[in-house]
Every structure is written in C-alpha cells, then in structure tokens.
C-alpha cells in the first residue's frame, strides 16, 4: 500500500488461524544444546518488534531515561513556527532537516484515523553464532481507538499485539502475546483471549516505554541536540550526512543520529520488550525520509547497529522500512482477524 491521498475506511483482510494444540517449538527443541548467550540473541531479536510487552515495573538497576528528558524533547510549538514561516516564505527546505522531520512525524501523530506498516529484518551476531529475524509490524488508528501489531519470523518466532483506548486523555493500554505465527506475510498469528499484561494507564507506559504509542508515530527525538548537524565530520554509520535534497515528488531528509540522546525512548522500550541487562550501546542510527511538498511523511528507513547486553554482549543490525498511509484506512482488527502485510506491498 503506497502513501496517496484520504480515502474511505476498509476492513483488513484475513482471519486469524485457530490456536494449533500445544507441542514443542523448534526453538523449544534445541534450548537443551543452546548456550545462554545465543539464547539471549534470539530473546532479543523478538524483542524488538515485541515493542509493547509491559512488566509490571522496571527491572532494578536500570534507570528509565539515562538524561533529563526536557533536553531533548521535540518542541512542537517551536517546530509549528518554523514550518508556518518557511511556508509563507514558499520554502519549505528553509527549515533545518531535523525540523523539516520532525514536523513530518508530528503531524502524522495528529491525524484522527491513520495507518502506517513497516517491513525489515534484524541480524544478531554471539560468540559467532548468528541469528536473522524477518519483521513485519503495522499501526492504525481510529479517533480514540488504537492497535499496534509486532510479527517476527526466523529462527524463533514472536508476535505482540496491543490496544490502546484514549479518554478524556488518558490511556488505557492491554497487551496480547501471539502464538503459531505460521505466514509472517500473510500475517497469520493466533492470539489469547485475554490480555497477557494490562490494561495499564499511560503513566506507566512512559515509564516502560518512554511514550504513549497512540500520540507518538516514532520513537526517536530529532533536535538540533539530537541529531549531527549537515557539515558535522561525524558519519558513524557511514551511510551519509545530515542533510535534505529535492526529489521529484518532494524532499528526502537524511538524518545521522547522535545516538546518546535521540534514541533514549527506545533504548528504554528495548530494555523491557527484550529483558535487556543494560541499556544498549547504539554504534550508529541512520533515518531516510521521504516527504512530499507538504512535508506529509511517506516513508522512513532506520538502519542501526548496536551492542545489547542479554547476559553476554550481542552485535546487532537492522534495516526496517515503515510506509505511511493516507488512504484506504482500515479499520481496528479484533483478535480473530489478521493483517494480511502480502496486500500492502
């Protein structure tokens, strides 16, 4: 599904398969020769797109957010101005390429009925043993109602799904643990029929994750104070500076991370989603973002790379595409239903 213009609701396509009788996983079946470390690789590549399983409070020793979280938060009012004036001024790549993005995601996050998927993979490497997972994970939102799903498929399999109801502005978040994830493409999962955490308020999901999800379309924080400014001689990742260039249909906006401040919330998502010993070390986070004329995001491309501790230190990769969509917004899924991700290419 390409990002076009507004369009009419639609339900998603699927069902979801019944729940197969219980009998050892493959995954199950080799815990006897596999060694702590390897095990903790394969916990952890689930656990980034397992983005929304809460436990009941932080494991001790691990702080929420390793900096003040006023330093480094988007300022919206700030960001509004900015794209106000390089409007009537008719040009938008004024704006500093961290606004330019920053705007895009923010008024993404505005939208009353939304829906955007992401595909990519995670590659973990452990004492030389190595591990990729493919992903597959979407979002959408309906007024006050929101659904976030997380599928991976490799040599463990994972699948997260959470609901989240807002009124009178505060959340109210339940969280459900998949199994028998049998079609990652056709997103093919069965899921409980009852919550596996929650319901928990939005309190203590910013204290867990760092935000509330239905209000945040990403996890990353982009400011000046976050990002490496265009002629900065840092390009850890290699991939390219910071930077905007014109295309054909708008602007792409290249963002080299400074990975010790704009990735705090998902640092603190990563902690509890993948029982993580410490806060990870990101080595570098590189985001491409195309936009149109208006600055309405169609597309972001994250590739990281970074050591996580899950009792010994795992090196891990991953290039994950996410596409917003503005037409065609389907409409919540319940728990029979699946999100068939082979329709949205």
């Known amino acids: ?27 199950q079946r080799v815990l006897g020769y596999c060694g702590y470390g390897a095990l ?33 938060q988007m300022d919206e009012e ?22 330019m993005a920053a705007y ?3 008024s993404y996050g505005r939208r009353s009925s939304s829906f955007w998927w992401c595909k990519g993979k995670a590659t973990g490497t452990v004492s030389g043993i190595g591990s990729t997972q493919a992903i597959r994970s979407c979002a959408v939102r309906q007024e006050n109602k929101y659904m ?9 399999k994972t699948a997260w799904r959470t609901y989240e109801t807002i009124e009178n502005g505060t959340h109210e978040i339940t969280v459900y643990k998949g199994t028998n994830v049998s079609n990652l493409e056709k997103g093919k999962a069965s899921w409980p029929s ?12 910013v204290k867990l994750q760092g ?18 400014a265009e002629g900065d001689s840092k390009n850890p990742s290699g991939i390219g500076p910071t930077k905007v260039e014109e295309t054909e249909g708008g602007y792409r906006i290249e963002l080299e991370l400074n990975t010790d401040f704009a990735c705090e919330n998902y640092k603190t998502q990563m902690v509890h989603t993948s029982d993580l010993k410490a806060r990870p070390r990101f080595h570098y986070s590189h985001l491409s973002i195309e936009v149109d004329q208006s600055l309405q995001i169609q597309t972001l491309r994250s590739r990281e790379s970074y050591t996580a501790n899950v009792g010994v230190e795992s090196e891990v990769t991953s290039d994950l595409t996410t596409y917003y969509c503005y037409n065609g917004i389907p409409q919540i899924p ?3 239903e699946n999100v068939d991700y082979s329709s949205l290419e």
């Open 78 to 99: 700030r960001i509004d101005a900015e794209y106000q004036k390089a409007k009537d001024a008719g040009d938008l790549s004024s704006m500093t390429p961290w606004d």
């Open 194 to 205: 009852s919550p596996t955490n929650g319901p928990i308020d939005d309190e203590a999901c």
């Open 1 to 27: 599904m390409k990002p076009e213009q507004e369009g009419a609701s639609k339900p998603l396509e699927g069902k979801a398969e019944a729940p197969a009788k219980k009998k050892k996983s493959k995954f």
């Open 211 to 228: 935000l509330t999800p239905c209000n945040h379309p990403s996890n990353y924080q982009l400011t000046e104070a976050t990002v490496h």
């Open 148 to 156: 976030e799903e997380s599928l991976s498929a490799g040599f463990v």
């Open 40 to 72: 903790g690789l394969l916990c952890l590549l689930g656990g980034i797109v397992g983005g929304y399983y809460l436990h009941g409070k932080a494991p001790a020793k691990i702080r929420t957010i390793s900096v003040d979280p006023a330093s480094i």
């Open 104 to 106: 895009s995601l923010i």
């Open 334 to 336: 319940g728990l029979s």
